[in-house]
């Protein structure tokens, strides 16, 4: 009955419309830890572990982000030096501006939890959420003085890794893994100036802290 619980509840932390299962017999997919796979899960990649209830953690524990930047040469901002390019340097302000602006909308969304809150010391009811941002690249190009808006399919895109740790232990119970590209919804056209860009980056951001506040709650519904 308690394994049955467990993996009750791992379903509805990854659920969504399409009835999430968690893999079983010979042909699951595993990961390098022993988390079992789940399909059709919130997150296109998500794995548990199968035998933890769930329902015993009440309480979330920040256990900080990786931010790391795939390595694109700065050509300048020039259209010579740009011609056929489709990946740009990001500078480090925007690069802090980025990391600042993703942390913000995960920190509000994580704190609208209706059935978790945030801690700062460990006990058998807290997880440790520990995420990040991975080969983040931008299809930007630096805006050139003198031009109107450009219009692009996509602004970038980056691979969200998220684990959930049991605060005591401190084993993985949960990973979830997934590339996006921030981009309209309907992959309409954007156009990209400073304001609408990082207006797409916050929506970005949202749509994956909503994603994991969601997942979390359902646990408790």
Avoid at 192 to 201: K, L
Wanted: net charge negative; proline share 3%.
């Amino acid at each position: 009955m308690k394994k049955l619980m467990a993996i009750a509840t791992a379903v509805l932390v990854a659920g969504c419309a399409s009835e999430p299962a968690i893999q079983s017999g010979p042909n699951a997919e595993m990961s390098f830890d022993g988390l079992v796979r789940i399909d059709h899960a919130r997150f296109l990649g998500a794995w548990v572990d199968p035998d933890i209830d769930l329902t015993q953690y009440t309480k979330i524990i920040p256990g900080g982000a990786e931010f790391e930047f795939r390595a694109v040469k700065n050509t300048g901002n020039t259209q010579r030096a740009r011609s056929g390019q489709t990946e740009f340097w990001i500078s480090d302000a925007n690069r802090e501006r980025l990391i600042e602006t993703v942390s913000a909308v995960f920190e509000e969304e994580l704190q609208a939890s209706q059935h978790f809150t945030i801690a700062d010391e460990s006990g058998p009811d807290a997880l440790i959420i520990i995420g990040g941002l991975h080969d983040i690249v931008s299809q930007t190009p630096p805006q050139m003085v003198g031009r109107g808006d450009i219009f692009l399919s996509s602004l970038g895109e980056a691979t969200l890794i998220i684990e959930l740790r049991d605060s005591l232990s401190g084993e993985t119970i949960y990973r979830a893994i997934e590339r996006r590209a921030v981009q309209n919804v309907g992959g309409q056209m954007i156009r990209s100036n400073q304001a609408t860009n990082w207006a797409e980056v916050r929506r970005w951001a949202r749509r994956w802290a909503v994603s994991l506040r969601e997942g979390l709650d359902s646990i408790h519904e």
